[in-house]
């Protein structure tokens, strides 16, 4: 929670605190980039001007250059709609006024938590799939990327200019690496690795 009303800051980290969530308040965007790392999980709450250091739009700014995953709902009492608006396409998560209802609130924070979880899982899943790929051999990354690419083994075999059991060799080798349990399975970890690259 970022925002630089001590009273309000005191009334929503108890409110949330009270509903079972993990709380660090702030005062300022510099005071929380001086803390946050960048493997900090959870979602930002968000006030939009802060007189002291940079704005609540100036830090999304900056969050979303460093491709942060977390996300931010905006708590405002000074909103209007093309800010909102303009938040919302720079990739807020949701932006409330203040006051807030409770309800609210909650029901937003614990939506934006799981957006959160469901983003930290693909990114560890793909982080975990790159590790693989990186684990293979020359030779095997070269009979990965033309398995995934369709080629049957005899292809493979010219191409390479190597026996048809080497590449078998170096295929099954490929499919233990990277966890596939079948050629399907193999395509769609190459999709997956591929997409993380787009």
Request: aromatic share 4%; hydrophobic share 40%; proline share 5%.
């Amino acid at each position: 929670l970022i925002d630089d009303d001590d009273s309000l800051r005191t009334a929503v980290s108890r409110l949330l605190r009270t509903a079972g969530f993990d709380v660090h308040a702030y005062s300022s965007a510099a005071e929380f980039l001086i803390s946050a790392t960048p493997r900090s999980r959870g979602c930002l709450l968000l006030d939009v001007r802060m007189p002291n250091g940079p704005s609540g739009l100036e830090l999304q700014k900056g969050l979303m250059r460093q491709s942060s995953p977390i996300p931010i709902i905006f708590l405002t009492g000074h909103g209007d709609i093309p800010m909102s608006v303009q938040a919302i396409k720079d990739g807020a998560f949701d932006f409330l006024t203040k006051p807030v209802k409770r309800e609210t609130l909650i029901s937003t924070v614990v939506a934006a938590l799981e957006k959160e979880a469901e983003a930290w899982e693909q990114s560890e899943h793909r982080t975990d799939l790159k590790r693989r790929k990186d684990s293979l051999t020359p030779a095997e990354l070269a009979v990965y990327s033309r398995v995934v690419a369709g080629l049957p083994n005899k292809q493979i075999t010219a191409e390479l200019n190597c026996s048809e059991r080497t590449v078998k060799a170096h295929r099954a080798n490929v499919m233990a690496k990277m966890g596939a349990t079948s050629l399907a399975e193999l395509v769609h970890i190459a999709d997956d690795l591929k997409e993380r690259r787009e």
